[in-house]
């Protein structure tokens, strides 16, 4: 009779997630069908190409603040590592380095912050929301120093450097193939790898981790590093697109990626959520910006909308947890 309350006890909390899921997918395609009657513009080419370039760019940050918040952490300092790859990447572009080279280079600067996150919250005992507000200050006047408080336009250097940020391949940009290996990439991890079982144990219950002789502080680190890494990689696509690097890229992305990880589902506390939920948040928030901004409403009511549904997200997955 116990196996039997414990086999529907389990089967609640996997059908509760279950439906969730499924109210999240409902919920943008339910803004999808209503931004298609609102605005005929919506379904056009062009529109779909921006959307899709749009969640490419913010969702490549996502899905490495995914790994963060699994654990139960945060970090807010994703938007002034873009910053200051942005501004570096761009400067060594002036100085006619290769574009592999600063690819390469960018990478390495966004390995050595998220690195350095890891380090002062594993190693420094310090809280990742200390840890990543104190980073995110100090990097973004890092930024504004290096670039002299302008932006750094590499396009007179006779450099092509476009195609990240401007090509496309079959008529779909090449960030969202990017983007797309980052999802798969991670979705492996995370799903199939010893690694990211790891991460979802550490999130549960970070002394049964420990317990169970998993290296929480290796896996804590691992986890700033790929957020350093995907931040990294999204100022490049970024200085690509635009061709400037800019000081201030990137502020605010914190807030947006912290968006669409916790509207995808996942756990304030860790240990639950998934790159699949991320993925659904980032199109619902991209989607519902394109479909404002195609309405003419403001940027400022644009994001008091976006902070509405973040609290209502944490409220529900709140609900659900208690329910299970």
Not at 73 to 98: E, Y
Not at 177 to 197: D, H, N, P, S
Not at 229 to 244: D, N, V, Y
Request: hydrophobic share 50%.
């Amino acid at each position: 009779m116990g196996k039997v309350k414990e086999m529907n006890s389990n089967e609640s909390k996997i059908l509760l997630k279950k439906m969730k899921a499924m109210g999240i997918l409902w919920a943008l395609i339910l803004i999808c069908i209503i931004a298609a009657v609102i605005s005929p513009n919506f379904l056009g080419p062009a529109n779909i190409v921006n959307v899709v370039r749009s969640v490419s760019l913010n969702g490549i940050i996502a899905m490495g603040m995914t790994f963060v918040v699994l654990t139960g952490g945060v970090d807010l300092s994703v938007g002034s590592i873009v910053g200051v790859v942005a501004v570096s990447c761009a400067m060594l572009l002036q100085k006619g380095v290769s574009p592999i080279m600063t690819v390469a280079a960018g990478l390495v600067i966004g390995i050595i912050l998220g690195l350095i996150n890891g380090i002062g919250v594993t190693r420094g005992r310090l809280a990742p929301f200390i840890m990543t507000l104190g980073t995110m200050t100090a990097l973004r006047g890092v930024a504004r120093y290096l670039a002299n408080g302008s932006p750094q336009n590499w396009t007179e250097s006779g450099i092509d450097f476009s195609f990240l940020g401007q090509g496309s391949m079959l008529g779909i940009p090449v960030p969202v193939y990017i983007f797309l290996t980052v999802f798969f990439i991670a979705l492996y991890m995370l799903k199939y790898t010893g690694f990211g079982r790891s991460v979802y144990a550490l999130g549960d219950s970070r002394e049964a981790a420990r317990l169970c002789g998993i290296h929480t502080k290796r896996v804590e680190t691992m986890c700033f590093v790929i957020t350093g890494f995907l931040s990294a990689l999204s100022a490049i696509i970024f200085i690509s697109r635009l061709g400037i690097g800019q000081p201030e890229a990137g502020e605010g992305y914190e807030l947006d990626a912290l968006a669409m990880v916790y509207i995808g589902g996942a756990s304030t506390a860790g240990g639950s959520g998934s790159v699949v939920g991320t993925l659904i948040g980032a199109c619902l928030i991209s989607v519902l910006n394109n479909i404002l901004n195609l309405m003419g409403i403001s940027p400022f009511i644009q994001k008091v909308i976006q902070g509405v549904i973040i609290i209502l997200a944490v409220l529900l997955e709140r609900k659900t947890k208690k329910n299970s």
